[in-house]
């Protein structure tokens, strides 16, 4: 998703640099009206010609312009969603710590109930072998 994150902030500064071209452009060299595209035509078809090509340019502007707001909502929807990635890593990590605690807890009671019993095993265990030496010498 970080990955995904990146090039999409790229695509969307690439599309954000070519708008502020175009309206550097426009706002240098000014917007031709539809007016004026009539009044400075020499015929008819050069009329429909200059407001054909208005008219691409204004598509083309149009398209630019959605080309920019889609990049600009991609890049907060991976955002969004890698927060959300984040926030679930951290609750399973917790999650996991949590487990880790138990377990520890658990194995620490295991070894002192394993030490009790080494404990209560010990005098037995010793008191065995010593009448079992006792046995062992006074049969000779």
């Known amino acids: 998703t970080q990955k995904k994150l990146e090039e ?4 969307r500064d690439k599309q954000y640099e ?12 000014g917007n031709t009206s539809w007016a004026q595209a009539l009044l400075e035509s020499n015929s008819i078809a050069d009329m429909l010609s200059k407001m054909e090509t208005s008219q691409k340019v204004y598509d083309y502007d149009r398209e630019a312009l959605q080309k920019l707001k889609d990049a600009v909502q991609s890049v907060q929807d991976l955002e969004e969603q890698l927060e959300t990635e984040k ?3 951290e609750s399973s990590k917790q999650e996991q710590e949590g487990i880790q605690q138990s377990l520890e807890s658990q194995m620490s009671s295991l070894k002192a109930s394993a030490s009790d019993y080494d404990a209560q095993i010990a005098p037995a265990d010793s008191g065995r072998r010593g009448s079992s030496s006792k046995s062992c010498s006074s049969g000779f």
């Not at 999409?8 to 695509?11: D, G, I, P, R, Y």
């Not at 070519?18 to 060299?29: A, F, P, S, T, V």
């Open 87 to 89: 926030a679930e890593l």
């Open 8 to 11: 999409a902030q790229a695509e």
């Open 18 to 29: 070519d708008m502020k071209k175009r309206i550097q452009y426009l706002y240098e060299n």
